[in-house]
């Protein structure tokens, strides 16, 4: 009985191949006879997107593009980067995992189930992809500002990879989106009849990290210095504890989301003139990020000359009860203990505005998701107290961010140094038009990726990570300093990661967890030649098939002459 060969694989559905190349893929028949330039392609796409409405049907359009013809969907991706990432990623994919159960149409990832603890590994057997460098792992129970969707937040592994393909180049088959289905506190789920997780209540803090202990195990087995990216968990901070000196990992809502306004940071704190020993940062919400951010400021102050107790000074955080103090009388979390403040003098300040006035801040920190949080009369006194006040309403989507930009440049008389976590249009002040920075993630979390996969890192370092934020600092071109930028045009995302990979890389080497040893002996220039020429490239994939088929015919010729010639002197 004859084996069938293996189905074609998604790539292989590409209009843009040559007759001869839909042969060898087994596709011919299966796709129009039209072979397509990919600027047709493209240009099809374009039109596609530009017919639907609603941002969650282009994103279901952008996911059955990936699903069918994934070489076409980077190549679309690629090359408009800023109008497609917020189709992919967020804002659209809060809406999306919201209505994930309902709108199911086919796998796009992996998921793991309480039930299958004990025989985790048989699970990950099932995966298609042999060679997988990284993976994005969520519980779903944190998803963004929406809070728990159980496994609905697949969307979020889906996305995240998505962006570490588009803009770091890692193949598309070297990721896995993962989902734990750990049960989920959200009974408007359990009592969803199209909700897809298991109805359950979500297993105890002990009983999760049983649970993930046989999966990172499970996960290193399998693919031994697996890149493990932890996103979404409603408490992120155990398992980066745990498994971050153990295992290659870390977590981007503590780590990527600290290093990027980081990066944005240093570039403020230059342009603003003022010294490190002088800045005075209020940050609204003082939950797991908030506080991750806050540490990642601290590293850079006292790099900057100051101790860490000078460093940690600085800082003065807020959450629902007030200003985070000693004596407020609550049992603080933990993680905020750290910034707790001592010099209140026995005064509880209960609201932002009453802090703000305390403290005069020369930076004003958004992470709250509260909307209109920076009210236009605090934003009108950070304009009177600095000459230039540093505002980075952090929080998204746009409708959760503390303040928009226009309102900042309004309020300061156009002399804020602004970063936003959503996007917001540009604003005409004064007859200057003035463009917002985006404080994204995705300007440092695929370069971390890359260069911790190039390196081949055991750990992951808070040397590497505060490396991405220098990197990205020092990534900015000329214009865009001179125009008071704090970020790179997000266009060249794909330059600004190989300037991130390459600050990981040199981080891992000097800290002594980089196993490819041969990269010490490269100066910068070919290290960037050699990060570059390992990055997948969905424009040369084509290219590269055709090439690969007309070598294999080629070869077969020559084994038929060869035989042939055989045949003949056998005869003589």
């Known amino acids: 009985m004859s084996t069938l060969p293996p189905p074609p694989a998604t790539g292989d559905y590409d209009t843009s191949h040559s007759i001869a190349v ?10 129009p006879p039209a072979v397509e330039s990919t600027d047709v392609q493209i240009a099809k796409c374009l039109k596609q ?72 590994p048989s699970v990950l057997q099932n995966w298609p992809e042999r060679n997988v460098e990284i993976t994005v792992v969520t519980d779903g129970s944190r998803i963004l500002g929406l809070g728990d969707l159980g496994i609905n937040g697949m969307g979020i592994p889906v996305g995240k990879l998505a962006l570490y393909t588009s803009c770091a180049g890692i193949r598309p088959e070297a990721t896995l989106p993962l989902m734990l289905d750990l049960g989920t506190g959200n009974q408007s789920l359990i009592d969803d009849i199209f909700y897809m997780g298991s109805k359950r209540p979500k297993v105890s803090p002990k009983e999760e990290l049983e649970f993930m202990n046989e999966l990172m195990i499970a996960l290193n087995e399998k693919w031994p210095g697996i890149v493990v990216q932890f996103e979404d968990f409603k408490n992120p901070f155990p398992a980066l504890e745990k498994y971050g000196p153990e295992y290659t990992c870390f977590n981007d809502d ?79 979390a933990d993680h905020k203990v750290y910034f707790s403040r001592d010099d209140n003098k026995g005064r509880q300040y209960k609201t932002l505005e009453q802090v703000v006035d305390f403290v005069k801040p020369t930076i004003l920190m958004g992470l709250s998701t509260i909307g209109g949080a920076f009210t236009p009369q605090i934003l009108t006194k950070m304009g009177q107290w600095n000459k230039h006040p540093i505002i980075f309403p952090l929080s998204n989507p746009s409708a959760n961010s503390e303040c928009t930009f226009e309102e900042s440049i309004k309020y300061t008389d156009g002399r804020a140094l602004f970063a936003s976590g959503s ?13 917002p920075g985006q404080g994204n993630n995705m300007y440092v979390f695929p370069g971390i990726g890359l260069g911790t996969i190039l390196s081949k890192a055991t750990i992951v370092t808070q040397s590497m990570i505060y490396a991405s934020a220098l990197a990205l600092s020092k990534s900015l071109t000329g214009p865009e300093e001179s125009q008071g930028w704090l970020y790179p045009e997000i266009a060249r995302i794909r330059d600004v990661s190989v300037v991130v990979a390459m600050g990981v890389i040199r981080a891992a080497e000097e800290a002594g967890v980089a196993r490819e040893t041969h990269l010490k002996s490269l100066d910068d220039e070919e290290l960037e030649k050699w990060v570059r020429a390992k ?8 290219a590269r098939i055709e090439d690969e088929v007309r070598g294999m015919l080629t070869d077969l010729s020559k084994t038929y002459e060869i035989q042939a010639n055989g045949v003949k002197d056998s005869h003589l």
């Open 49 to 120: 997107l530009a017919q639907k409405e609603k941002s969650i049907d282009k994103y279901l359009y952008l996911s059955g593009l990936r699903n069918t013809n994934v070489h076409l969907f980077y190549r679309l991706v690629t090359e408009h980067i800023k109008d497609i990432a917020p189709l992919i990623y967020t804002p659209t994919v809060g809406e999306a995992c919201i209505q994930w159960s309902h709108n199911y149409v086919q796998p796009e990832g992996l998921y793991i189930s309480y039930s299958d603890r004990g025989h985790i």
């Open 254 to 332: 503590i780590q990527g989301t600290g290093a990027v306004v980081l990066g944005g940071i240093i570039s403020a704190v230059k342009q603003s003139g003022m010294h490190a020993k002088d800045q005075r940062a209020v940050f609204l919400g003082a939950g797991s990020a908030g506080v991750g951010v806050a540490k990642q400021i601290v590293e850079f102050f006292i790099r900057e000359g100051l101790t860490e107790d000078e460093a940690r000074r600085c800082f003065w955080l807020v959450d629902s009860k007030g200003l985070v103090t000693n004596d407020r009388g609550d049992k603080l």
């Open 535 to 542: 990055m997948y490239e969905p424009h040369k994939e084509t």
């Open 423 to 435: 996007p917001f249009d540009p604003f005409e002040h004064k007859g200057k038009l003035q463009t």
């Open 22 to 31: 839909r042969k060898y893929n087994r596709t011919y028949g299966l796709l």
